[in-house]
């Protein structure tokens, strides 16, 4: 199978049900910024912190699910689909690490370590997954449970990339006004 096949030449693109639409719908920006936010997080790993890695591991197959929901108009019940439980865990994740980091009382900068700093870019490209979530589920029906995956994941990133800034004894910088 070739991996190229010259459908996209004219600007449009399949979606799961083979509905052809334009690569600029709101539907591929959605999947295409999660797309973005799963390979961006494939480039953090390893962070040498097994615990992360592998809740960054679980993360990328989730984001998969919200890819494959994303690209799918029109659902089976038997598809993959983010639930409520899939939120629940990246709650779960920032309340045990919240407990290895200090209260936060300030805004910070997103800078630190190498691994740290990915982190909070990974976390700015979350909300822009989000945002074009929301510009989605504004025009067509989605699982509101993707668009609160997306919501919490971008603060569990953000705690992500305290905890290894903290592991790693990078100092929080608070912005000057």
Known sequence: MSIYTGRGDDGETDLRDMTRVSKTSARIEAYGTVDELNALLGTIRP???DDIDERLRTVQNHLHIVQAEFANPDPDEDDPVVRADH???IEAWID???EELEPLTTFILPTGSEHGAQLHHARAVCRRAERRAVA???EEQINEQAVQYLNRLSDGL???GRVVNSREGEPEEQPQY
């Open 47 to 49: 962070t040498g912190h």
């Open 87 to 89: 939120v629940e865990t």
């Open 136 to 138: 989605l589920a504004g």
């Open 96 to 98: 045990e690490y919240d």
């Open 158 to 160: 953000f705690t992500l």
